[in-house]
Structure formats: C-alpha cells, structure tokens
Nanobody
Framework: VQLQASGGGLVQPGGSLRLSCAAS????????RSWYRQAPGLQRELVAS???????NYADSVKGRFTISRDKGGSTVSLQMNDLKPEDTAVYYC?????????WGLGTQVTVSS
C-alpha cells in the first residue's frame, strides 16, 4: 500500500490547512488511520487517529483545533487543522494499519509562521 499525502504548506498563526492522505489500492479495510508529526529535534508523536469505524483520538495539544476524518470508501484520511500555532510546525505523516502491519506515507511539511 502506498500513501500519498498532500496539503502541507506555509500558513500564518491562526490560519488553517487541510491535509489529505490517499491509499493507492484496495482493499481499504484499515483498522486504524492516523496522523503523526515530527518537529526538528523531537520524536514523532501521534496527533490524531480513527480506530475502526469511528472512534476518534486526539493529542491534548490539538483537541478542539484539529479534526480527523475519513471518506466513505475508506481510501482517504484527512486532517483539518484550524487555529494553527507556531508549535504545530512539523513534518506530518499519515499511517494506516491493517492488522499488525503499518503503512506510512511520506511526510508533508507544515510551517506556521508570520
């Protein structure tokens, strides 16, 4: 499974971005769909995830600002990011899991700066 992430970029504080991650081929029966991020010098951290059909989890730092979602067919997972802050600057990675196997997308850079 190849994952193609898009939507990163440069935005001012308080702005919004929407990241999307599309899986390349069927089946799309992933048990978990997630977004992670990694800032320079820091470990990769979980930002948000959808477990199964709809249980959502968020890091405390993004609750109320970020929303993770999936499309009906299950091939795409998105991350709507609102009220962005400089500390949200990082490379964002999508990950999907099928049983014990994880598939990672290439990262997309998000930079929040005035």
């Amino acid at each position: 499974v190849q994952l193609q992430a898009s939507g990163g970029g440069l935005v001012q504080p308080g702005g919004s971005l929407r990241l999307s991650c599309a899986a390349s081929r069927r089946p799309f029966n992933f048990s978990v769909r997630s977004w992670y991020r990694q800032a320079p010098g820091l470990q990769r951290e979980l930002v948000a995830s959808i477990i199964g059909g709809g249980t959502l989890n968020y890091a405390d730092s993004v609750k109320g600002r970020f929303t993770i979602s999936r499309d009906k067919g299950g091939s795409t997972v998105s991350l709507q990011m609102n009220d962005l802050k400089p500390e949200d600057t990082a490379v964002y990675y999508c990950k999907v899991s099928r049983g014990p196997v994880d598939y990672w997308g290439l990262g997309t850079q998000v930079t929040v700066s005035s």
